[in-house]
T-cell receptor, first 112, second 116 residues
């Protein structure tokens, strides 16, 4: 079955700098890659997703890239702000499955 | 903005007791899911539910677990005889369509289950 690896597990970034979180997946049939943000005491919130027919997608300060050949995908947050501090999860899914397979999460700290 | 809600936020139960976790999915959604997250570990899929039946389940979802949509709004997860290892955060999620599968799943805030 699918396995999603995510790194780093913890990331500290100065406010205003960029943050990058990287994930790999194992199942070449995976074609949907959502990213979730989880704040303390809350459930995972979908912040952006990408499908395998595109290589990059951007939404304001957040961008995701996908390299299908290498089975890599990444989340880029630019001009980081204190409210970006949270745990971020990458995930993968396929047409044949209902389930989403999650990475272990990255705890992002934005330093003042 | 519509959101998935879950009750209770925290449930403490003794080993061997039955628990029911409740969820109200987003109103026009058709697909419902339960996931769990043991402290410090990945979010894991348990079960999906569509058209009043289980669509897919993981190996975690054994005979101790069941799901039900008792009315037009609630979606429940029942654990018949809880074990210590059932202690986790349980998330309900919903999505509205599979027309353009895969599809966005929206998560509730979770119920923290503590089995003592």
């Amino acid at each position: 079955g699918e396995n999603v690896e995510q790194h780093p597990s913890t990331l500290s970034v100065q406010e205003g700098d960029s943050a990058v979180i990287k994930c790999t997946y194992s199942d070449s049939a995976s074609n949907y890659f959502p990213w979730y943000k989880q704040e303390l005491g809350k459930g995972p919130q979908l912040i952006i997703d990408i499908r395998s027919n595109v290589g990059e997608k951007k939404d304001q300060r957040i961008a995701v890239t996908l390299n299908k050949t290498a089975k890599h995908f990444s989340l880029h947050i630019t001009e980081t702000q204190p409210e970006d501090s949270a745990v971020y999860f990458c995930a993968a899914s396929t047409d044949r499955d209902d389930k989403i397979i999650f990475g272990k999460g990255t705890r992002l700290h934005i330093l003042p | 903005e519509p959101e998935v809600t879950q009750t209770p936020s925290h449930q403490v139960t003794q080993m061997g007791q039955e628990v029911i976790l409740r969820c109200v999915p987003i109103s026009n959604h058709l697909y419902f899911y339960w996931y769990r997250q043991i402290l410090g570990q990945k979010v894991e899929f348990l079960v999906s539910f569509y058209n009043n039946e289980i669509s897919e389940k993981s190996e975690i979802f054994d005979d101790q677990f069941s799901v039900e949509r008792p009315d037009g709004s609630n979606f429940t997860l029942k654990i018949r005889s809880t074990k210590l290892e059932d202690s986790a955060m349980y998330f309900c999620a919903s999505s509205w369509t599979r027309d353009r599968a895969p599809y966005e799943q929206y998560f509730g805030p979770g119920t923290r289950l503590t089995v003592t």
